[in-house]
């Protein structure tokens, strides 16, 4: 069974602070996927992960992969307020690609002023 | 486009009652998913297609079935509600390009309440 855990669950940080969420993985996959929620919302993509090393960068967030390691990073640069929201990882569930995804259980993060 | 679009918004419903849940996108994609999110539990799949006429179980099926009569839409009935299915239900797609395999398309959520 794939299990996907994510730390911190909860994070409150101040604007213009650096800070990595971790999302690790049981299972072999070659295929990470980070999303974004805000309260009330549905789920936005903000990156798809695709081979051991990838890396991808927008604005202040940038995700990594490490297929050997099973570990995926979100890293938060310079954090702004509006950056406040719940951040899921989730891993293909069979990696067969077209099975669905498991998700963390996410991170709920406070960028105070 | 719309997108996916999910039919009710909210839903308040009695135990033992039952109910369809409507999932439509217009994107022309080949794989369809129904989720549900519960506080603290992040989202786990219910029941997914991966074509028109065909669909399977995901990791919470049990009180649940679908149907997927038309590519473009994708429907989860409840026949007997029951309490602890009072959840956030999100219906999503997906489809395969060498880009972005898989990557998938979140509808807005339906929020269901069994009492």
């Known amino acids: 069974e794939l299990k996907v855990e994510q730390n911190p669950l909860f994070l409150s940080m101040q604007e213009g602070k650096n800070y990595t969420i971790y999302c690790n993985y049981s299972?072999?996959?070659?295929?990470l996927y980070w999303y974004r929620q805000d309260p009330g919302k549905s789920l936005e993509s903000l990156f798809v992960?695709?081979?051991?090393?990838a890396v991808k960068q927008e604005g202040r967030l940038m995700a990594s992969l490490d297929t050997k390691a099973r570990l995926s990073t979100l890293h938060i640069t310079a954090a702004v307020h509006d950056l406040s929201a719940t951040y899921f990882c989730?891993?293909?569930?069979?990696?067969?690609?077209?099975?669905?995804?498991?998700f963390g259980k996410g991170t709920h993060l406070i960028i105070q002023p | 486009n719309a997108g996916v679009t999910q039919t009710p918004k909210f839903r308040v419903l009695k135990t033992g009652q039952s109910m369809t849940l409507l999932c439509a996108q217009d994107?022309?994609?080949?794989?369809m998913y129904w989720y549900r999110q519960d506080p603290g539990m992040g989202l786990r799949l219910i029941h997914y297609?991966?074509?028109?006429?065909?669909?399977a179980k995901g990791e919470v099926p049990d009180g649940y079935n679908v149907s997927r009569l038309k590519k473009q839409n994708f429907l989860l009935g409840l026949e007997s509600a029951a309490p602890s299915q009072t959840s956030v239900y999100f219906c999503?797609?997906?489809?395969?390009?060498?880009?972005?395999?898989?990557?998938?398309?979140f509808g807005p959520g339906t929020r269901l309440t069994v009492t």
């Open positions: 992960l695709l081979s051991n090393g």
């Open positions: 297609s991966v074509g028109e006429g065909t669909t």
């Open positions: 299972t072999t996959s070659d295929r």
């Open positions: 994107m022309n994609h080949e794989y």
């Open positions: 989730a891993v293909d569930s069979s990696g067969g690609g077209a099975d669905g995804l498991t």
């Open positions: 999503a797609s997906s489809y395969s390009t060498t880009g972005n395999p898989y990557e998938q398309y």
